[in-house]
């Protein structure tokens, strides 16, 4: 689809375990973001990519979180020895230029669920 | 003191009311404006942007008080699918990529 495509779409794993979370941007779309929603809370800003570099990285919550970006495309967030607090729907957007005068376009989120 | 802020609501209205929300917002400094609607565990879509001159699209109005360091949505004739949580959203401009979001405010619209 010409959407914004985060895979998986669920994720349930034991404590301590490490997860990958991917996300495919719309195509030509030079930003990139990820954030993370707790059921009934507000979007919390983890990282921005413009291009394959990570101007922001302020929202990372510890070091057990890491995300890169390959070939100004896909990007993969990483957390290390997951814990129950990580627990959450994380969700990624694109924009066709950094710098917020374009709107971000979300995609369906990847629920995760640490046991 | 948050850098967006928004009455989290629940706003309860009838089908056929006019609701109106409002975001302030701290820097000054601030570029651009949106407000997006989310619906329950789903992702957070584009309602529209907001002009600094006010701008319309059908029901919906949107208006910048720079001067006060507000935005607000006003929501005419309001149907039950309007039925969302409304997230204002405010960017600092070219320099800075992070968007602000608000924690949105919360509207039922009921029969």
């Known amino acids: 689809g010409a959407g914004v495509s985060q895979s998986p779409s669920n994720k349930v794993t034991e404590k301590g375990k490490d997860v990958e979370l991917r996300c495919d941007p719309i195509?030509?779309?030079?930003?990139l973001y990820w954030y993370r929603q707790s059921l009934g809370q507000g979007l919390e800003f983890l990282i921005y990519?413009?291009?394959?570099?990570?101007?922001?990285k302020s929202g990372l919550p510890s070091d057990r979180f890491s995300a890169e970006r390959t070939g100004g495309s896909v990007s993969t967030l990483t957390i290390q020895r997951t814990q129950q607090e990580d627990s959450a729907v994380y969700l990624c957007?694109?924009?066709?230029?950094?710098?917020?005068?374009?709107?971000?376009?979300f995609g369906d989120g990847t629920r995760l669920s640490i046991l | 003191r948050k850098e967006v802020e928004q009455d989290p609501g629940p706003f309860n209205v009838p089908e056929g009311a006019t609701v109106a929300f409002n975001c302030t917002y701290s820097?000054?400094?601030?570029?651009?404006f949106f407000w997006y609607r989310q619906d329950c565990r789903k992702e957070p879509k584009l309602l529209m942007s907001?002009?600094?001159s006010g701008n319309e699209d059908g029901r919906f109005t949107a208006q910048l008080n720079r001067a006060s360091q507000y935005i607000s949505l006003l929501i005419r004739d309001s149907k039950l699918s309007d039925s969302a949580t409304y997230l204002c959203?405010?960017?600092?401009?070219?320099?800075?990529?992070?968007?602000?979001f608000g924690d949105g405010t919360t509207l039922t619209v009921k029969p």
């Open positions: 957007a694109s924009s066709l230029v950094g710098g917020g005068q374009q709107p971000q376009h």
């Open positions: 195509s030509g779309h030079t930003a």
């Open positions: 990519f413009q291009g394959n570099s990570a101007p922001d």
């Open positions: 820097n000054s400094a601030s570029q651009s």
């Open positions: 907001v002009y600094s």
């Open positions: 959203v405010v960017n600092m401009g070219s320099n800075a990529g992070k968007s602000t």
